[in-house]
């Protein structure tokens, strides 16, 4: 049975660091590429970044692009989300996806972390 | 304002038949996939549409996808309560590098 199974969120202040990590099973990871995907409450999915599957090439939103960094660790079926510089708007419920290449085709999804930005 | 514009809200009785539409341009739609989600509430997003028109295994052929130049539609016949959720299209931009989602639609089962 595949598993995502994401972690690290909480609340942090504004300017500061957030490390998301998402711990996946029951496939051979390998062979996908991963998705960060958030939702802000009561708002829609917004994409975030993904990262191929030997971490050679990613893709990110323009509002992240040079605070955020995804990464993966294939010896350990994981990738992450480093933000940095966090900002009120980054607040939300990050989920980690199944990528079957690098569009939208994301075929099994993680239950989300909630990153709170606030002082 | 979502990259890839939808209706906010949509509703039908049990038995009809609804669609959800997704509107793009030519950097996404016009020339890659779409593929949908629904979200029930509470829950993470389920893919039900990919490629345009293929459904994963286990998603009912109620649902179906389809595309034509920089628009896409979603169909649901013979509507059930449990389809109540947010549906949203997602397609990637060959202008901006990046994967783009529509705004959503909220499907109100009457």
């Known amino acids: 049975e595949v598993q995502v199974v994401e972690s690290g969120g909480g609340l942090v202040q504004p300017g500061g660091s957030l490390r998301l990590s998402c711990i996946t099973s029951?496939?051979?990871?390998?062979?996908?590429?991963m998705t960060w995907v958030r939702q802000a409450p009561g708002k829609g999915l917004e994409w975030v970044a993904n990262?191929?599957?030997?971490?050679?090439?990613?893709y990110y939103v323009g509002s992240v692009k040079g605070r955020f960094t995804i990464s993966r660790d294939n010896a350990k079926n994981s990738v992450y989300l480093q933000m940095n510089s966090l900002r009120a708007e980054d607040t939300a419920f990050y989920y980690c996806?199944?990528?079957?290449?690098?569009?939208?085709?994301?075929?099994?999804w993680g239950q989300g972390t909630l990153v709170t930005v606030s002082s | 304002q979502s990259v890839l514009p939808q209706a906010p809200s949509a509703s039908g009785t049990p038995g009809q038949r609804v669609t959800v539409s997704c509107s793009g341009n030519?950097?996404?739609?016009?020339?890659?996939?779409v593929y949908w989600y629904q979200q029930l509430p509470g829950a993470a997003p389920k893919l039900i549409i990919y490629?345009?028109?293929q459904r994963p295994s286990g998603v009912p052929d109620r649902f179906s996808g389809s595309q034509s130049g920089t628009s896409a539609s979603l169909a649901i016949s013979g509507l059930r309560s449990e389809d109540e959720a947010d549906y949203y299209c997602?397609?990637?931009?060959?202008?901006?590098?990046?994967?783009?989602f529509g705004g959503g639609t909220k499907l109100t089962v009457l």
């Open positions: 996806a199944r990528g079957n290449d690098y569009g939208p085709d994301f075929d099994h």
């Open positions: 029951g496939f051979t990871f390998t062979n996908y590429w």
């Open positions: 990262i191929k599957e030997d971490g050679n090439e990613k």
């Open positions: 030519s950097s996404n739609i016009g020339s890659n996939y």
């Open positions: 490629r345009s028109n």
């Open positions: 997602a397609s990637w931009d060959d202008r901006s590098f990046a994967v783009v």
